[in-house]
């Protein structure tokens, strides 16, 4: 019957051990250590004890009460570690949320709103900091709970008379009601962490419709930094129109006044003498280039010949006359090419006369024109003002009508296109 006491403990506190999760065994460090000095205090104390064998009915039977109230007890201790174990599980997930919502909101919100709630946000994080605290205070509490009925049961088996049993259930009771205070302090701060959860998910909804708000405010600042855009292109546009408008005027005035004044007195007259000088220049050139050449040629010859007065001289006459003979048929030749090149330049410039003529008949005529563009584009002008004006008002009343989407209306065989903020009329 001694040897089955003995067990019964031994037992109980394996099972206890088995039952705890091994990914949490991080949290019950402390936990395990206790058990094993628990286990050798076991051991030291179950050797050579429980001599005694008086009254072993009402022994059994309170130990078996006694065995049945701590059974009820380990279990307890058991869901409320799971328990535990899950919060701990819940409370990590909601800070690596809590972080990673913190994160993103230091990037991308700079209000004073964003700021008030990071603010409530660090007083709940440092508030959870102090419950996890807490609660690790209150595992030890438990765990040193669990070592001292440990203790206290193996000292019930030594004690073998009932004033001895009624020490250890007055312990007991003692243990109990501080276990029970333990669970009321652990229902306590899980009514405190789901108070704490509400609270966080408030928040978050709060977070949401700021954001929310935050984005509908940016989305009207796009718009309305679109529609200044539209309306900067549009001055734009309108004073790139005025300003090629007036520069085509301008242009189209120097162009008459150098027509008349400048280009038919004096272009066709230095054209003219240019192309003379130019040709004179090049005959006289041609015709130093030659002296120069045959003078070269005649002191190549002279030189020669005195050189080589004692060697064929017959033979070498011959060759020089056949020479002078080439270089005169040549030279007969040159003076003919240069003739003909007079004559040539005679032609082109009579024929250079002849187009200046017809181009002054040409000229005339382009002026003629020009006083006819002059005048259409003083119709034009007043047209363009006339229309801009009847579209300054189409568009104050489209304006009023219809958005800055393109699209189009036709009114009166007129249509209006509108793009990207801008009007385009076809008539």
Do not use: W
């Amino acid at each position: 019957m001694e040897n089955i006491i003995k067990e019964e403990p031994r037992r109980r506190t394996t099972i206890y051990l088995s039952d705890i999760h091994v990914k949490n065994a991080d949290y019950f460090q402390p936990a395990s250590t206790m058990i094993s000095s628990s286990n050798t205090h076991e051991t030291e104390i179950h050797v050579d004890k429980f001599h005694q064998t008086e009254d072993n009915d009402n022994e059994k039977i309170e130990l078996t009460t006694l065995n049945n109230h701590f059974e009820n007890y380990l279990n307890k201790i058991k869901i409320l570690a799971n328990i535990n174990i899950n919060l701990r599980h819940e409370i990590v997930n909601i800070l690596q949320t809590y972080m990673g919502h913190m994160k993103e909101e230091k990037q991308n919100d700079n209000n004073n709103n964003s700021n008030s709630s990071e603010i409530e946000f660090n007083n709940l994080r440092r508030q959870l900091n102090n419950e996890l605290q807490k609660l690790i205070s209150i595992q030890t509490r438990l765990q040193r709970a669990d070592y001292d009925t440990k203790y206290y049961k193996n000292k019930v088996k030594l004690f073998s008379k009932s004033n001895q049993y009624e020490i250890i259930q007055q312990q007991l009771n003692v243990n109990l009601y501080e276990l029970n205070l333990l669970k009321e302090q652990f229902e306590k701060q899980q009514e405190s962490l789901l108070s704490y959860k509400r609270q966080y998910n408030e928040y978050m909804l709060k977070l949401i419709e700021y954001t929310n708000e935050y984005n509908k405010i940016a989305y009207e600042r796009m718009q309305n930094e679109n529609s200044l855009y539209t309306l900067n292109e549009q001055l734009l546009f309108e004073h790139e129109y005025s300003k090629k408008c007036q520069e085509e005027f301008e242009q189209l005035e120097k162009i008459q006044y150098d027509l008349n004044n400048e280009f038919n007195k004096t272009e066709f007259k230095k054209i003219i003498e240019k192309i003379r000088q130019d040709y004179e220049s090049y005959n006289e050139i041609q015709v130093s280039e030659l002296e120069l050449f045959y003078k070269t040629k005649i002191d190549l010859m002279q030189n020669n010949f005195q050189e080589n007065e004692s060697e064929n001289h017959s033979e070498e006459i011959k060759h020089l006359e056949e020479q002078n003979q080439s270089l005169e048929k040549k030279l007969k030749q040159l003076k003919n090419e240069l003739h003909h090149i007079s004559e040539q330049n005679q032609q082109q410039y009579e024929l250079s006369y002849n187009e200046y003529h017809q181009l002054q008949i040409q000229v005339s005529d382009i002026e003629s024109l020009i006083l006819d563009l002059r005048n259409n584009t003083i119709q034009l002008s007043s047209e363009i003002n006339t229309y801009r004006c009847l579209l300054t008002n189409l568009v104050s009343s489209f304006q009023q009508t219809n958005k800055p989407s393109s699209h189009r209306q036709q009114t009166n065989n007129i249509i209006f296109h509108f793009r990207n903020g801008l009007l385009y009329v076809r008539i």
